[in-house]
């Protein structure tokens, strides 16, 4: 059996009624003030994590907006383009109309009632 364990260590009083260094007042103020500026370090990186988020969130809700509006904006110009199509077709159908007039009131015509006038 390992009685060196029961004992005491000799140096044990003595280390005990050793007084403990007292950190001196530059220290312990170096110390709060890297502490502090540890502090704002985070609290400035949070900050900015969280302002990231925001703007990202912001970009991304204008992104939809314009999206959007882009959609809309597309399904307009189809509309109108076939507006115009429609209208182009009439506005063809129209001119044959009125050439195929003209072209029978040209042959109704005697020639020379034109040199009459």
Not at 11 to 27: E, H, N
Not at 92 to 100: F, P
């Amino acid at each position: 059996m390992c009685s060196f364990s029961t004992k005491q260590n000799p140096y044990d009083s003595l280390v005990s009624a050793l007084p403990r260094p007292c950190p001196s007042k530059r220290t312990h103020k170096k110390d709060r003030l890297r502490m502090l500026k540890r502090r704002r370090a985070q609290l400035k990186e949070t900050r900015q994590r969280k302002r990231k988020i925001v703007v990202k969130a912001e970009i991304e809700m204008k992104n939809l907006e314009l999206y959007m509006e882009n959609k809309k904006l597309i399904e307009k110009n189809e509309k109108l383009m076939k507006q115009a199509m429609l209208l182009h077709k009439e506005n063809q159908a129209l001119l044959c109309k009125l050439q195929k007039k003209l072209a029978e009131q040209n042959n109704s015509i005697p020639i020379t009632s034109y040199y009459q006038i």
